[in-house]
């Protein structure tokens, strides 16, 4: 087993709770990585001998990201839609059925190689794990085949059969819901992980809370765990159906009220509140208050939401400086959540952290500092060092 000795690591972080930051940060230090993941941290004159020897030259080392929300498996783009909402349109969902309608279309190859581009892409920005949800075939082969595609990638994957009523079921919104918690749903059921529901009254093409509950519960029931895309478009039930049903995490949270931020933190052990800046970015909606969630308890993730239609951008460090220049959320708070509080809502321990004994799924910032996440937005300072 070849081990491999990092030094020169301007700034660790480790992301051990133990700190005021949680950051859990030291200085100077150095690591040892093996084929298990990580076997020694330590100070850099401690530092032991190994097979290979990286020099980070004062570079800050971090967890890599866990981008814990999105929608990479689809064909064609909405540029076009995003032009117009620029100038006033507004986002209602209605979009999805064009993405849907290309999905469709594509060849298995045609939807697999841009995944992998997109994977790659996240890669390149620091990302380590990701959640892949299907959501653009809304039919029992499309739905299979973009988990299949997903599943090549990621052991993270979502079943989202109830993203929208697809347009030809748009008048029998009841038999859709029976197609998706029937024979869709056990025909996904061995390509995912989890399910997830657009609960969302604010759109004609969502589902209410009743609609997505039925379609929870015969998730859970088909042994899928739960998540919610919830209060994105106007205040609503699925922050609060999230925690009922014990869902891992609820997503968007653009609008909460004092009940669901109550509710949210009575839960934080359970579900987890993932916020998704780059939405509010690309679909000109205002910021939810992440300081507001982070004083009352909640446990919260940021993750990138990567689709065509409400945010194209794969990139965590762009989501970390969103977090901290628009929804009060310190560097360190901000980068947290996209390592620790992502993978607490992937509801895994063994991603996030740079621990002895964990993996070694590891980013390069290169920079002295994690704060020049969000202090150089834009410029591309992060790489993956292993993992994905
Ligand atoms: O997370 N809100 C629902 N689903 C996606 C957007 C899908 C789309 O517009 O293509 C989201 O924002
Ligand atoms: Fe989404």
Redesign the pocket.
């Known amino acids: 087993m070849t081990s491999t000795l990092i030094t020169s690591i301007g700034e660790l972080v480790t992301c051990d709770d133990s700190t005021e930051d949680r950051l859990g940060i030291r200085h100077n230090a150095a690591i040892v990585i093996t084929d298990d993941g990580i076997s020694w941290i330590g100070a850099d004159t401690e530092a032991p001998p190994a097979d290979q020897r990286i020099d980070l030259g004062g570079r800050t080392l971090i967890p890599g990201f866990v981008d814990s929300?999105s929608?990479l498996v689809?064909a064609g783009d909405?540029s076009a839609e995003f032009a117009a909402r620029m100038t006033g349109a507004p986002?209602d969902?209605g979009?999805?059925a064009s993405?849907m309608a290309a999905t469709r279309s594509a060849s298995d190859d045609e939807l697999r190689l841009p995944v992998a581009a997109r994977v790659a892409e996240m890669r390149a920005q620091g990302t380590t794990t990701v959640e892949i949800k299907s959501?653009?075939g809304l039919s029992i082969a499309d739905e299979a085949r973009a988990l299949r595609i997903a599943g090549e990638f990621t052991p993270e994957t979502t079943f989202?059969g109830a993203?929208?009523v697809p347009p030809e079921w748009r008048h029998r919104r009841a038999d859709y819901i029976d197609l998706v918690i029937g024979d869709m749903l056990s025909t996904a059921a061995p390509y995912a992980r989890w399910i997830d529901v657009?609960c969302?009254p604010n759109?004609p093409y969502?589902f209410d809370a009743d609609e997505a509950r039925t379609v929870l519960e015969a998730g859970r029931d088909a042994g899928l765990e739960l998540r919610v895309?919830g209060n994105?478009?106007g205040h609503g039930p699925g922050a609060q159906l999230a925690v009922e049903l014990e869902a891992a995490s609820v997503?968007?949270c653009t609008y909460l009220s004092d009940a669901d931020v109550d509710a949210l933190a009575d839960a934080s052990d359970t579900t987890v509140a993932t916020l998704?800046p780059g939405?509010e970015f690309c679909?000109r909606s205002p910021y939810p208050d992440g300081a507001r969630l982070l004083a009352a308890g909640v446990s919260i993730a940021l993750a990138s939401?990567c689709?065509?239609?409400?945010?194209y951008s794969s990139s965590i460090p762009f989501m970390i400086a969103l977090a901290v220049r628009e929804m009060g959320l310190t560097p360190a708070q901000a980068l947290y959540a996209a390592t620790v509080g992502a993978a607490r809502s992937l509801r895994r321990s063994d991603i996030g952290r740079i621990v002895v004994g964990g993996r070694a799924d590891l980013a390069v910032i290169e920079a002295p500092s994690h704060l020049h996440l969000a202090y150089r937005p834009g410029v591309p300072l992060v790489r993956a060092l292993e993992g994905l």
């Open positions: 929300h929608h689809f909405r986002y969902g979009g999805i993405t959501g653009y989202l993203h929208v657009f969302e759109s969502a895309h994105q478009l997503d968007h998704l939405v679909t939401d689709n065509p239609g409400t945010c």
